[in-house]
């Protein structure tokens, strides 16, 4: 993982009010669309789809989940790419408090957090 506008993940689990019944599918389907948008270099929509996969995240899986916690990080590393550290610091260090939370300090993707976190200060 780096701290650059690469996102970190692809992940393999898986809200918007206007999508009533969304599956966490379809949330981890709309962070990989931004993940692949974020590769690209479309920062726009990249933040549009992760913001999506968050709102059916957060509303399927609680707001203290890891993948809630992942799509926090990648929309950190967005901000921080377009150099906005004040919103990448807010996004990471919420993940990075669900990481440490559910996965511990010796979790690659606490540690990865951390030193995203570290990059910023």
Not at 38 to 44: A, I, K
Not at 61 to 77: K, Q, R, Y
Not at 95 to 104: E, K, N, T, Y
Request: proline share 3%.
């Amino acid at each position: 993982w780096s701290t650059t506008a690469r996102p970190w993940s692809f992940t393999n689990t898986g809200s918007f009010a206007a999508q009533a019944g969304a599956t966490v599918g379809e949330g981890q389907t709309y962070h990989n669309m931004a993940c692949m948008y974020q590769t690209q270099g479309n920062f726009v929509l990249a933040l549009e789809f992760y913001n999506k996969g968050l709102a059916i995240k957060r509303d399927k899986l609680g707001e203290n989940h890891s993948e809630v916690a992942m799509t926090l990080a990648n929309i950190g590393l967005l901000h921080q790419a377009q150099n906005r550290p004040a919103k990448a610091l807010r996004c990471l260090r919420q993940a990075h408090a669900i990481f440490l939370g559910h996965l511990g300090p010796q979790h690659p993707h606490t540690q990865n957090c951390s030193r995203a976190l570290q990059s910023l200060l």
